[in-house]
């Protein structure tokens, strides 16, 4: 008579010949469609109903305040804010193109150093732009506009245009402005980034100056992100397909059999959802795949680049214009600083709209997904030259080793990510 | 033969802590029998601990010296051998062949001596460092909820490592499919076949107590996750989010270790890569307790916390003036490290 032991291995190596069969057996075509409540557990993982609401800002006290997100709108499409009155950020960050530029390296006053990742999810990301050197949407928004290929615009001038444009918007929202007087008195040009002139004319400046100039040019950032936490995205195809599983019972035509294949493989075999995972299918964090160099004279060190810029920037969550306490800032308190990971290491982009918002990696190297799957299925070690890099750079990623049919399957999945552009939705429009 | 007579004699009072010396003592005291005060209680289990890892340590030396001696003999025999080789003569061959014989099975006992030795130390050193956490936690019962070994909420399913031990793509590398084992993530009835890379599963025989003895066996050291609130389930491992630890730090006699420096290291050994986050230690909640912060994990697996302690040195002198009864390994310690393997 058996005992209970012996009935529960007998069940498990039932279990272990279903797993094995599964995995040595090509799935028959009805198989392949069908899944078990803990595949839907799983996937439900990745659907945008799985959300979690926006993260605190402690740092930014208007982050959820709807006047400073109208007033971030409007300071999002202004091209005023720029040096030739030509430039805003929907320049490079187009609604229409789920806010990226469809660039290689993105075209405003000069040519970017690297490709315009799309804003939508950004609010989730501890770390912003891709070598994190940004720890908050807020400040994150400061660096383009100053940038001399981007905006182009010093910090003076930026907030005399905002006193010309925008005294009630702001004073609603950020109290009052100094008087007329302190923006007439202020240099032409002057912030401590930007060139010779720039610098010296801030340097000029007495500190009640610097420091008035600087409060309002944070709460310019602090606008923006206000309203860029607004910007939601409609449910894409495999978000439909993830809620239909769940109310037909397990299978659902919403995906083709191709697409669905590919799911499989994202998430099984081809190892994407390791660093793709979530409802953003990012897990926030930085890896080196060893996508090429742009310029092998010029490397870039990517995230051991980003935090020595962070750890010098003038407005973390930790500097004088955080609206945060220090205990509210664990991420910069606790930065990681040194590692050989660090080297070459970039933010793993959100897999949302995917298929939408070519070309690929941080400096456009490829021009469409057939590119960057043929690089994940066979890829080159990162280059390496001792004289640019502190050490070897990391490499964190296996070659896939997949059939050609598999890489289209993979593909085909990712289309399913894209989201009917919400082009109604009035945070999606120029206000 | 004295060591193991003594091994015996301290295994015995170990195994009945209550035991025969309790009931001589009584039984020569005129008054009744007082159970021992928790206090009194750790100092004897503590003192027990030190005296068996002593043992430890001194069956370790001798297993060190078993195979220095092998060592030495193999070279001895492969001298032989060659001038065996050498020879012509077949006397001196046969002089030679008895002279190796011999070699070899001296080689054999010393070999065989230092690997029971080794084994006999290791379980000592593992059987005295129980003793020291039943110790410590007669001593620190307040400042210990758990003594489990650390667990991550599970409340959400497992995503697979994203790199792995290789850092250049060779062909000879082993690829994904081989590396790879595809199973339920939760053993359930999952058709998904989500990766788990094998060789970055932690050995089985790992241990992953939350109470370790440091390198150099100056301090002993627990840790746990720190909540203020009286919730157990919060005191598992968060996945991904910042959250503090408590680090009780003692010397061998249980007593707290205050004012030191504690630097922290972290990494995956199955991966190339460290901590998300530089985790810091800043302040003791009381003496000897300390508050671990900036902690972070970004996925499961096998992780190593390492603590880098460097005592301060006039707190430790201190110490030694007030505590001149303290045992010579305790009054001067120096940099020293206390490991622990976490399996979340």
């Known amino acids: ?431 | 033969m004295a060591l193991l007579l003594a091994l015996a004699l301290a295994l015995t009072t170990i195994i009945s802590p209550s035991g025969s010396n309790a009931a001589a003592r009584a039984s020569t005291d005129t008054e009744p029998a007082q159970p021992p005060t928790a206090a009194a209680e750790a100092t004897r289990i503590l003192q027990n601990a030190t005296a068996l890892l002593d043992t430890a340590n001194q069956t370790q030396s001798r297993s060190r010296q078993s195979i220095l001696d092998a060592n030495k003999t193999r070279r001895q025999l492969k001298k032989l051998q060659a001038k065996k080789r050498r020879t012509n003569d077949s006397a001196v061959r046969q002089v030679l062949s008895e002279q190796t014989t011999v070699l070899t099975t001296r080689l054999k006992q010393e070999q065989q001596q230092g690997a029971e030795l080794r084994i006999e130390s290791t379980r000592l050193r593992q059987r005295a460092k129980k003793l020291l956490e039943q110790g410590i936690y007669q001593k620190w019962r307040s400042w210990i909820n758990s003594r489990e070994p650390l667990v991550m909420d599970d409340s959400r399913s497992l995503f697979m490592a994203h790199n792995t031990r290789i850092r250049s793509v060779h062909p000879n590398m082993p690829t994904l499919e081989a590396n790879t084992a595809t199973a339920p993530a939760d053993g359930s009835s999952m058709s998904l076949q989500i990766p788990t890379l094998k060789a970055q599963n932690a050995p089985p025989d790992l241990n992953i107590d939350s109470f370790q003895l440091s390198r150099e066996q100056n301090y002993f050291a627990h840790i746990e996750v720190h909540t203020t609130t009286s919730d157990r389930a919060a005191e598992t491992v968060p996945l991904n989010k910042i959250h503090q630890w408590r680090l009780l730090l003692t010397d061998m006699d249980g007593a707290a270790v205050s004012g030191a420096k504690i630097e922290i290291a972290g990494h995956m050994p199955g991966h190339v890569h460290g901590l998300p986050t530089q985790p810091v230690v800043n302040r003791e909640i009381e003496p000897g307790v300390y508050l671990v912060e900036g902690v972070k994990f970004q996925m499961k697996g096998w992780w190593v916390m390492k603590f880098h302690i460097t005592p301060e040195k006039k707190l430790t002198a201190e110490n030694a003036i007030s505590n001149p009864g303290s045992t010579a390994t305790t009054a001067f310690p120096y940099l020293d490290t206390v490991t622990f393997n976490l399996v979340l």
């Open chain 1, 1 to 431: 008579m058996p005992t209970d032991q012996f009935k529960t291995s007998l069940l498990s190596f039932a279990l272990l010949f279903c797993t094995l069969s599964v995995s040595m057996l090509s799935f028959a075509t009805g198989d392949m469609a069908k899944f078990t409540e803990a595949d839907k557990q799983f996937l439900k993982q990745f659907s945008l109903q799985s959300l979690p609401p926006l993260p605190a800002a402690p740092d930014n006290s208007v982050a959820d305040n709807l006047q400073a997100a109208k007033l971030g709108q409007k300071l999002f499409f202004d091209p005023r804010l720029s040096a030739n009155g030509a430039i805003a950020c929907s320049t490079c960050h187009q609604p229409q193109l789920y806010f990226t530029d469809g660039l290689a390296l993105s075209q405003a006053l000069g040519t970017t150093r690297r490709s315009a990742p799309s804003v939508l999810g950004a609010a989730w990301s501890p770390w912003l732009f891709w070598d994190g050197r940004k720890d908050s949407l807020w400040s994150q928004a400061l660096g383009p506009l100053e940038s001399s290929d981007e905006h182009g615009i010093s910090r003076v001038q930026l907030v005399k245009k905002i006193a010309l444009h925008y005294p009630e918007q702001y004073q609603q929202v950020f109290g009052s402005l100094p008087p007329q007087h302190f923006f007439k008195n202020l240099p032409a040009i002057g912030s401590p980034q930007g060139d010779a002139s720039s610098r010296a004319n801030w340097r000029a400046l007495s500190a009640d100056e610097r420091e008035d100039v600087n409060r309002i040019f944070s709460n310019v950032g602090k606008a923006l992100m206000a309203y860029q936490r607004r910007l939601k995205l409609p449910p894409a195809r495999f978000d439909t397909f993830v809620s239909d599983l769940f109310a037909s019972g397990g299978d659902s035509e919403v995906l083709n059999l191709d697409e669905i294949a590919g799911m499989r493989l994202f998430m099984g075999r081809a190892n994407c959802a390791s660093c793709h995972n979530g409802p953003w299918f990012t897990n926030h964090e930085f890896h080196n795949i060893g996508a090429p160099e742009r310029n092998r004279n010029q490397v870039d060190l990517g995230r051991f680049e980003g935090v020595a810029t962070l750890v010098k920037d003038e407005f973390t969550c930790l500097s004088q214009w955080s609206d945060a306490g220090p205990e509210d800032c664990a991420e910069m308190r606790f930065l990681k600083r040194q590692g050989q990971e660090l080297v070459g290491a970039f933010k793993t982009p959100t897999l949302r709209n995917i298929g939408a918002t070519a070309p690929y990696m941080q400096a456009g190297q490829y021009a469409n997904l057939e590119e960057v799957l043929s690089h994940y299925n066979l890829p080159k070690p990162p280059f390496y030259d001792p004289k640019q890099h502190p050490n070897r750079p990391h490499f964190d990623i296996l070659p896939l080793r997949l059939e050609q049919k598999e890489i289209e399957q993979i593909i085909a999945f990712l289309n399913t990510l894209t989201s009917p552009l919400p082009l109604h939705d009035q945070w999606w429009q120029q206000p």
